[in-house]
């Protein structure tokens, strides 16, 4: 019987651990018409749909100064008040993945060339490659640790 209970951790450290773990990135390009448009996507090239948006002024970090949503093609749409100047923050936040953008605006309009990514990672997630050793000292390390315990009953 304890050979099935230590067989147990084993097989499933084996089965469950991934080559390669779960991991997508957002990114939203945009692009300045008569308004500012976004459109956020995966790493995966699935839309960021019905993402939520917080659009915050310069003068007013707090409370955002509009909240909506994206829409099916992961796409949103504002044009900041020229009459409050200074960096706008963008933020884009869906299902725990975000990205904030800040949107520099002077008296003439949005500063295009200078609108930029805050890198924001997803703690939730890794996107580095799990090699198969690392696999294995994970699941011997599990095992172990399960026959210890069973060991002391």
Do not use: C
């Not at 933020?91 to 949107?103: A, R």
């Amino acid at each position: 019987m304890k050979k099935i209970i230590l067989a147990l951790p084993v097989l499933l450290g084996v089965v469950a651990m991934p080559s390669h773990t779960l991991a997508h990135t957002m990114f939203t390009n945009y692009l300045l018409n008569d308004t500012l448009d976004f459109q956020s996507t995966y790493s995966t090239d699935e839309a960021a749909k019905n993402a939520e948006v917080y659009v915050y002024a310069p003068d007013d970090l707090e409370e955002p100064w509009l909240e909506t949503r994206t829409d099916e093609e992961g796409r949103f749409s504002f044009l900041p008040d020229t009459s409050i100047p200074g960096d706008w923050e963008v933020q884009i936040i869906d299902e725990g993945h975000g990205e904030v953008i800040i949107v520099p605006v002077t008296e003439e309009g949005v500063d295009f060339d200078n609108i930029s990514h805050e890198f924001k990672q997803d703690l939730h997630y890794s996107s580095t490659p799990m090699s198969p050793l690392q696999s294995f000292l994970i699941t011997a390390g599990v095992a172990g640790l399960w026959f210890a315990v069973l060991r002391k009953n």
